[in-house]
């Protein structure tokens, strides 16, 4: 042991990059099979219980649950007309952070954007730097790919198909739902397969009224799929079973963890077999290279706070710090053997970026809901999912792929449309009141088209506060996402109407890119290693013993949420890894 | 002020500012609600700090005078009812007080100050009384033509009912009296079932 806090002379057999969804899962996987496995985190192990407080009352809070006076978060306003790095022109706080950092609860987990800056085209990005990272403060709906996404080009000629089939991954997402817990209702959609559901919530008033109404189009309204153990997990002693406190959706996690968090679902669990071990702290900034082998051999990291610089030996390097970090760090892991970074003979490292369009957001009034008592809506990790409709038998002339809204409706504990209702006084408080139940919302993800030209690179000049290159966006949204954002706006409203709602306001401003937090490809996957990072267990077709499994391995992003499937893919590419290294092919 | 028809605020506080400059004396005026509104002064200098009345001590936004206005302000924004108490009793007033202290630097500072001096001018002119001195008509109509010219934000006193019904919004409705007496809120409890609706036909009706 040296003041490395971890023992610097062993070789591990795994090095795991990042301790979120994509780390923790490696660090599940592999641990299970008996690998001694190091996890290296960039950020703290934070007092999580503390950070949350999940059922704290606003007034109990000193800020009322917002944030301290010397905090800010950025807004969609402040995105736009400024260009990053964001910390110019904030000097008045004493942090900065993302807009997903606009509270007190998750102030510590999210990073400050001024020890972590980046260039280039405007970009929101969210980063949370600790054990577990956005696990801790994650919306939790978890969906399914289907064959729809996985053999797209095959359906509609655009991009490039992924190397693996829905049955491929299904039994490993059979795997992931019961490990870690979904909650959900079965469909039996062909383009959103079911998982393996616990006990499901069940829909608001306002909720159902909508189901009736896009029934009637053909249309599907499925209680909200969160990655929430609603019955328990007998096999997990870390985490509670849901007991719908409330809280669930002011943006904070989950301090019952009830809610998968990488720390909890995945990490202590795999400390428990003796296999693990982990290094807060440790900010890799490049994975070393045997220059006989042309293998991985280890990482650099420096540690967060002391600013000394480590190097640590493994026979596999496993990277899951995240799709943009990922993509990084190969960048930055440049040799003579690899001058364009490791990995990268592709050239394709950084490149094929993909994510969530965000460029609808729809909020309606059920007019038979004005009015009356006050009803327990709330308790849910969410409230509803709309699966896609567009592009499945039919074509839409004007955009490929396609969208699905997450909403909810009812009552909750915050009458966030009272700022939008006229007047004061006391015919203004009976309106707020008299409207306690009767709002519905939904937001649209849709599938931003995965493009080589939207890609990141590294600054030639900014550094981060650990002297380590920045990354430089060159995203933008296309043609196909906004004529895609065009539609759902007209789906949305069409679709209220029919359920019968007043529709109270429509955001038609698409929102910065990043905004999803649902960043996909830069280490694509492939059968073709000239257009391709990784093959299809997510091993790097350069360097045999390197993995990249996070969801920069993703060929596109569908319009689903990433999390479960970068589990699934994880647990499937690590199984492979084990079995590989107890071969010797690697 | 006419009961049926919306006061045009910028036609009319031409007028409540210029008659406000004569009896009061342009030394009371804030300086910058006056340009392009009056000829003369041009600007007139902002009063001194305790003119008014108490000096600001370390540890508070508002003089003791402006915070018993923002306390009935915001009690007019959100009164006290049958069903529940008002912004008062849920002690908004303080936590209007709290943020400001905390976020505001000295130049909205002064617009805040500016915008209570010029409702109290408005209630000067209209009722020849401060504001905290009205009837509570007299105080709702004085913020009616405040609320019927929401869109002119160019004004402080605009800005200001504008900031004000929001962090009395925001502190209100996160208050003890807010959730649990005013909204009935039910939730942030420990459910051994997940609630739902079973029939929202009859439960909508």
């Given at each position: 042991m040296t003041d490395s806090g971890i023992d610097l002379n062993k070789t591990y057999d795994a090095i795991v990059v990042g301790s979120g969804a994509a780390g923790g899962m490696a660090a599940h996987v592999l641990t299970t099979h008996g690998l001694k496995v190091l996890m290296l985190e960039a950020g703290k192990k934070l007092p999580i219980e503390q950070e949350l407080r999940s059922m704290e009352w606003p007034y109990d809070n000193a800020h009322r649950g917002k944030l301290p006076p010397d905090r800010h978060a950025l807004n969609f306003n402040e995105y736009t007309i400024r260009k990053p790095p964001y910390g110019p022109g904030f000097e008045k706080s004493k942090h900065l952070h993302s807009y997903a950092g606009n509270n007190d609860y998750v102030k510590n987990i999210v990073v400050d954007e001024r020890e972590n800056p980046y260039t280039g085209t405007n970009y929101a990005w969210v980063r949370a730097r600790c054990l577990g990272g956005k696990t801790n403060i994650w919306g939790r709906l978890s969906l399914r790919l289907s064959d729809y996404e996985f053999k797209a080009k095959s359906r509609d000629g655009y991009g490039e198909d992924w190397p693996i089939s829905y049955s491929d991954l299904a039994p490993y997402y059979d795997q992931v739902d019961l490990y870690l817990g979904i909650t959900g209702v079965k469909e039996n959609l062909p383009y959103l397969p079911d998982s393996i559901f616990q006990r499901p919530t069940k829909l608001s008033c306002s909720e159902v009224l909508l189901k009736q109404g896009v029934q009637k189009m053909g249309r599907v309204v499925t209680q909200y799929r969160a990655g929430v153990t609603t019955d328990g997990l007998k096999h997990n002693k870390y985490r509670s079973r849901c007991y719908g406190r409330g809280a669930c959706d002011r943006h904070g996690g989950c301090d019952i963890h009830a809610a998968f968090d990488s720390p909890t679902g995945l990490i202590y669990p795999a400390m428990d077999t003796g296999n693990l071990t982990l290094r807060t702290n440790a900010v890799v900034r490049e994975v070393t290279v045997d220059s006989d082998t042309g293998k991985a051999s280890g990482v650099h990291f420096v540690d967060s706070e002391t600013m000394k610089d480590y190097t640590v030996r493994a026979r596999v390097v496993v990277i899951g710090a995240s799709t943009l970090e990922s993509a990084r760090l190969l960048l930055l892991s440049k040799s003579r053997l690899y001058p364009n970074g490791l990995a990268n003979s592709s050239g394709h490292v950084g490149h094929n970026f993909s994510e969530h369009v965000l460029g609808c957001h729809i909020v309606g009034q059920v007019k038979d809901l004005v009015g009356k008592p006050s009803t327990l809506d709330d308790g849910r990790p969410g409230g509803f999912y709309l699966p896609r409709f567009q592009n499945l038998s039919e074509k839409h002339p004007k955009f490929i792929r396609g969208y699905g809204f997450e909403g909810g409706g009812g009552q909750g504990m915050f009458p966030g449309y009272a700022m939008d209702l006229k007047g004061f006084g006391s015919s203004f408080k009976e309106e707020v009141r008299n409207n306690r139940g009767a709002y519905i919302d939904m937001g649209a993800f849709g599938e931003m088209l995965s493009r080589y030209e939207n890609y990141v690179d590294l600054d030639p000049v900014v550094k981060d506060k650990w002297g380590i290159p920045v990354l430089r966006f060159h995203v933008e949204f296309g043609d196909n996402d906004r004529h895609m954002v065009e539609d759902m706006q007209a789906s949305g409203q069409e679709m209220f109407e029919a359920a019968g709602f007043k529709i109270v306001d429509l955001r038609t401003k698409t929102l910065t890119p990043g905004w999803s937090i649902h960043e996909i490809g830069t280490v694509r996957m492939g059968n073709d290693p000239k257009t391709s990072v990784l093959n299809q267990f997510e091993q790097s077709h350069d360097v045999k013993n390197l993995f990249v499994v996070d969801g920069s391995a993703f060929v596109n992003a569908g319009c689903q949420n990433p999390t479960w499937t970068i589990m699934a893919l994880c647990w499937r590419s690590c199984d492979y890894l084990a079995d590989e290294l107890g071969k010797g092919n690697l | 002020m006419s009961a049926n028809k919306a006061t045009n605020l910028k036609q009319d506080r031409r007028q409540w500012l210029k008659t406000s400059a004569a009896v009061?004396?342009?030394?009371?005026?804030?300086g910058q609600a006056m340009s392009s509104e009056v000829a003369e002064p041009k600007t007139a200098p902002l009063a001194p700090e305790g003119k008014l009345g108490e000096t600001k001590s370390a540890t508070r936004f508002f003089t003791r005078a402006e915070y018993t206005l923002i306390e009935e302000l915001s009690e007019t924004i959100i009164p006290a009812d049958s069903h529940s108490g008002g912004a008062k009793v849920a002690k908004v007033a303080d936590y209007i007080e709290q943020v400001l202290h905390a976020s505001v630097d000295d130049n909205q500072r002064s617009d805040w100050r500016q915008g209570l001096r010029l409702v109290d001018l408005m209630s000067q002119h209209y009722n020849g009384k401060l504001f905290v001195d009205l009837s509570s008509e007299e105080r709702i109509a004085v913020l009616t033509v405040l609320s019927d010219n929401e869109h002119m934000t160019d004004l402080p006193e605009i800005r200001l009912f504008r900031d004000l019904k929001y962090l009395t919004v925001q502190g209100y409705y996160t208050s003890k009296i807010g959730i649990h007496d005013e909204l009935e809120y039910k939730g942030n409890v420990a459910l051994m079932e997940f609630f739902g609706c079973e029939d929202p036909v009859r439960e909508s009706k």
């Open positions: - | 009061l004396g342009a030394s009371l005026l804030p």
